[in-house]
T-cell receptor, first 114, second 115 residues
Framework: DQQVKQNSPSLSVQEGRISILNCDYT??????FLWYKKYPAEGPTFLIS?????DKNEDGRFTVFLNKSAKHLSLHIVPSQPGDSAVYFC?????????????FGQGTILTVHP | DSGVTQTPKHLITATGQRVTLRCSPR?????VYWYQQSLDQGLQFLIQ???????AKGNILERFSAQQFPDLHSELNLSSLELGDSALYFC??????????????FGPGTRLTVL
């Protein structure tokens, strides 16, 4: 049962353009969402998060949007840079019961072309 | 550098053997989490410890066990290893009391190969 889904295995964009990575979830008890970036041979690196009481959170070039009614979140990267090329994972937490257990999506490979 | 350290980086062993993976959390972090990343399953939560006590359990096999020691480092023990246990094993830690526990910081992982 895949509670967090990233339906696009890969995304390719030009440097300077916007990258939009999408994530859907099915568990309505999730109340906190995170995005992680992962390079090969390294552990995931925390990027940005959002609480379910908000619908947007911004940090520099990264913005996460949350649409609770659609159970959908997205990560926008503007402008995209070649160094952003990595695997991006969205993750969710049910803060009421799971004490911080992260449920991850399958990941989206982002390639930013110079 | 997340501040979370894991040893060893690579481990190659045979079926039926037992191995121990070690994790040191970031300074001040009380929570330690273990995750398994395999090709077909993605990143899966295994178990969480908070200040030495088991807090939450995922789909961790009975052949696997973990503990967190008084100095807060953690060990993940994998026994009766099978080919399917080959995977990347990540440890993560999260903030001390009063800080958000939600942002977990991951170590570089241990790549386990079972032959």
């Amino acid at each position: 049962d895949q509670q967090v889904k990233q339906n696009s295995p890969s995304l390719s964009v030009q440097e300077g353009r916007i990258s939009i990575l999408n994530c859907d979830y099915t568990n309505s008890m999730f109340d906190y969402f995170l995005w992680y970036k992962k390079y090969p041979a390294e552990g995931p690196t925390f990027l940005i998060s959002i609480s379910s009481i908000k619908d947007k959170n911004e940090d520099g070039r990264f913005t996460v949007f949350l649409n609770k009614s659609a159970k959908h979140l997205s990560l926008h990267i503007v402008p995209s840079q070649p160094g952003d090329s990595a695997v991006y994972f969205c993750a969710a937490i049910d803060g009421g019961t799971s004490y911080g257990k992260l449920t991850f999506g399958q990941g989206t490979i982002l390639t930013v072309h110079p | 550098d997340s501040g979370v350290t894991q040893t060893p980086k690579h481990l190659i062993t045979a079926t039926g053997q037992r191995v121990t993976l070690r994790c040191s959390p970031r300074s001040g972090d009380l929570s330690v989490y273990w995750y398994q990343q395999s090709l077909d399953q993605g990143l899966q939560f295994l178990i969480q410890y908070y200040n030495g006590e088991e807090r939450a359990k995922g789909n961790i096999l009975e052949r696997f066990s973990a503990q967190q020691f008084p100095d807060l480092h953690s060990e993940l023990n994998l026994s009766s290893l099978e080919l399917g246990d080959s995977a990347l094993y990540f440890c993560a830690s999260s903030g001390p009391p009063g800080h958000s526990y939600n942002e977990q910081f991951f170590g570089p992982g241990t790549r386990l190969t079972v032959l």
